[in-house]
């Protein structure tokens, strides 16, 4: 058996070895349920994008979380309305105060 065929079994046993961990961490994260991020009081669920990348994204947890987020959607937008309004809104003579 040369030295090349003998580093090809041990890398082969290291990788059958880690396998059933990996597997294993798996299971615990399905046993448990998704993981879940609240972010600006509405909770979403941290899933991952590609079986191949690292890219984590969040999606509504569920339809209360789904609810939440077009509240949260509806004030953002009426707030950014009633800025912009406040910012173009035409001076009267009198509103500001002479110094």
């Not at 939440?68 to 309004?85: G, L, T």
């Amino acid at each position: 058996m040369s030295g090349d065929e003998i580093r090809a079994y041990v890398l082969f046993g290291c990788l059958l070895a880690v396998y059933p961990v990996f597997a294993g961490v798996k299971a615990i994260e399905k046993a448990f349920g998704p993981e879940v991020a609240v972010y600006d009081g509405c909770r979403y669920e941290v899933f991952k994008q590609s079986r191949y990348l690292d890219t984590m994204s969040l999606r509504p947890l569920d339809k209360d979380a789904e609810a939440c987020i077009e509240k949260r959607k509806k004030e953002s937008d009426e707030e950014a309305v009633f800025d912009y309004q406040q910012a173009h809104r035409k001076h009267h003579p009198g509103d500001e105060v002479n110094r």
